[in-house]
């Protein structure tokens, strides 16, 4: 086979190794990660706004608790003392008998704010309980998509390979100075360095090449290298 028609094949290879690369890199499964990934993000901070005011209703709930057992001890030590017969002054036990009275609104009162604390904290436990059951979804979608994508590379990766050790081998019986002409155009000219001349056109630009030009090259020795006047690139007739 002569050099040009190897480099129009190596270029059919390179283009191929192209489109792998760039199908690799647009799998439509990295979008769809990427949005699960982003919901994720978005209930881990759903969750941990809602494990904050869990906390927050939490600590209320235990100081509101451990008032309320502070009220009792003083409710039964007041009590204990105004019916242990060692108090007898009636003024003084009418104030104590106040004093339990007033007690005893204060732990209604703390109890309410109890019950209000505990209340308020069902909304938020339902409120963690979805977000734990969207997460454990949405980490279940995400897994799946992760083994879509690594299915496809090792496919896509599987053809690199093989397109690669194609493409090296075809390469390998091209003149350097060649190969480095088309590796430099296909650099420049967005991935293709070599075209075909068809019917007075060039394959890479698409442009019909001028009468004088085609004549020009239709007399040039087949082993000439010629060039697109438009794009630069390697024409290969
Ligand atoms: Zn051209």
């Known amino acids: 086979m002569a050099p ?17 690369a760039h199908r690799r890199a647009t799998l439509p499964a990295r979008a769809d990660l990427a949005a699960v990934e982003e919901r994720l993000a978005d209930i881990a901070a759903r969750r941990a706004r809602a494990e904050d005011d869990r906390r927050v209703l939490s600590e209320r709930q235990g100081r509101l608790e451990s008032d309320i057992a502070a009220v009792a001890r003083r409710i039964h030590e007041v009590e204990g003392r105004m019916y242990s017969g060692e108090v007898s ?62 299915e496809a590379e090792t496919e896509i990766d599987a053809e690199v390979a093989a397109e690669t050790q194609a493409r090296t081998a075809l390469a390998a019986d091209l003149p350097d100075e060649l190969t480095q002409r088309y590796e430099r155009l296909r650099v420049r000219l967005g991935g293709v360095g070599a075209a075909r001349l068809e019917h007075g056109s060039c394959g890479g630009c698409h442009l019909a090449l001028p009468a004088v030009e085609l004549d020009h090259i239709r007399r040039a020795p087949p082993e ?14």
């Open 89 to 150: 002054a009636s003024r003084e036990l009418m104030a104590m008998s106040e004093e339990v009275e007033s007690l005893n609104r204060r732990r209604r009162e703390l109890e309410d704010m109890a019950f209000e604390a505990m209340a308020a904290g069902e909304p938020v436990d339902a409120e963690l309980a979805g977000l734990a059951a969207e997460q454990a979804g949405a980490e279940a979608d995400a897994e799946r998509l992760r083994g879509v994508i690594g």
């Open 224 to 237: 000439a290298i010629i060039t697109c006047e438009q794009c630069g690139r390697i024409l290969v007739r």
């Open 4 to 20: 040009l028609d190897i480099l129009l094949e190596v270029q059919g290879r390179d283009t191929t190794l192209d489109q792998l």
